[in-house]
């Protein structure tokens, strides 16, 4: 799976992040865990990653500016918003707001699964120079 660099979990739930690792781990994928925003600009300063899996019940600092943030690191790290709430239209706004994927919490194998499959197809149309396209809902 030709996906760029690491993977950055970013929550406070310690047993959360380990689980998440675990399956990411068995696809190939290596984790770095961060329990602030401030960490995780510390490791995106120092790493190469290409995904963040995001925790919507952390409290540190708002999703907007904590997308803008990272994408003045690097504008091609896939942020994966890990939702608490099973809302259509949360998972929308986010997607519209900057997320790559929303999953819904605590991440089933089956949808980390779904998340990195798009990823890789992302990244070989980024390395081709061509923008990667989304299918959008109909409303």
């Known amino acids: 799976m030709p996906i760029r660099g690491e993977a950055v979990i970013l929550s406070t739930d310690g ?3 380990h689980s998440l690792a675990r399956t990411l781990e068995a696809q190939g994928i290596d984790c770095i865990h961060a329990s602030s925003v401030q960490d995780c ?21 708002g999703y907007q500016a904590f997308v803008q943030s990272i994408r003045a690191f690097d504008h091609r790290v896939k942020i994966m918003v890990v939702s ?26 089956t949808d980390i699964e779904w998340a990195l499959s798009r990823a890789s197809r992302a990244e070989v149309f980024e390395g081709r120079g061509e923008r990667f396209r989304e299918l959008r809902p109909i409303a």
């Open 84 to 109: 608490h709430r099973d809302d259509w239209d949360e998972r929308s706004a986010s997607a519209r707001k900057g997320a790559f994927a929303v999953i819904p919490f605590p991440g089933e194998p």
């Open 15 to 17: 047993e959360w992040r």
């Open 41 to 61: 600009k510390e490791i995106l300063s120092q790493e190469p990653v290409g995904m963040i899996f995001w925790d919507s019940h952390l409290r540190d600092g």
